[in-house]
């Protein structure tokens, strides 16, 4: 699995037989057979992704190009849960899952992940760290280093692009800010 920067405020994550562009901007020009939205809101231009089959921006169960997904509305934002070459994946902004650990949301809580991806939209609570069971915290977005601050993380791995094979991932948390 490989997550790269396509924009500030976007990201590619590649499995070894699809790949996913979550809110894609006007600036970006890519491939993918899967597009997710984290907003209801968010739009773009999908003359811009070549090879796309589904978009998915809203909640439900899904099952597109050999990955399966599940997605969650919450105040208006989405939570996806992603099963991607056999390893986990939970996708959503960080003020959408703070929201759902408060409701109890069976997505972000009670369940283990290989990796979490948020899309850092505020400062973040450090009980989040304790709610999600996973090896991997990908952050990412506008305030994606303040928000790593904020949960205690003082040495950050900072790249643009995060690649690993879900056996090789550290048994310790690992927090990445992807820039």
Same mark, same amino acid.
């Given at each position: ?90 996708? #959503? ?53 303040? #928000? ?15 690649? #690993? ?15």
């Amino acid at each position: 699995m490989e997550v790269v920067v396509l924009s500030k405020n976007s990201i590619k994550i590649k499995g070894k037989k699809v790949s996913i562009v979550v809110d894609p901007q006007k600036e970006v020009r890519t491939s993918a057979e899967v597009v997710l939205l984290l907003s209801k809101t968010s739009s773009f231009d999908s003359s811009k992704i070549e090879g796309k089959r589904i978009e998915i921006s809203g909640p439900g169960e899904y099952e597109a190009s050999g990955i399966k997904i599940a997605g969650e509305l919450m105040d208006g934002n989405l939570i996806y849960d992603i099963t991607l070459d056999y390893g986990n994946i939970l996708l #959503a902004k960080s003020t959408a899952i703070e929201k759902s650990l408060q409701k109890k949301s069976e997505l972000a809580e009670g369940k283990d992940y290989h990796v979490a991806i948020l899309a850092a939209d505020n400062l973040m609570n450090s009980d989040i760290l304790t709610k999600i069971s996973t090896r991997v915290l990908i952050l990412y977005g506008e305030k994606a280093e303040e #928000a790593a601050k904020s949960l205690g993380k003082q040495d950050l791995k900072k790249t643009s692009k995060f690649s #690993a094979a879900y056996e090789k991932l550290p048994q310790e948390m690992e927090t990445v800010v992807l820039e």
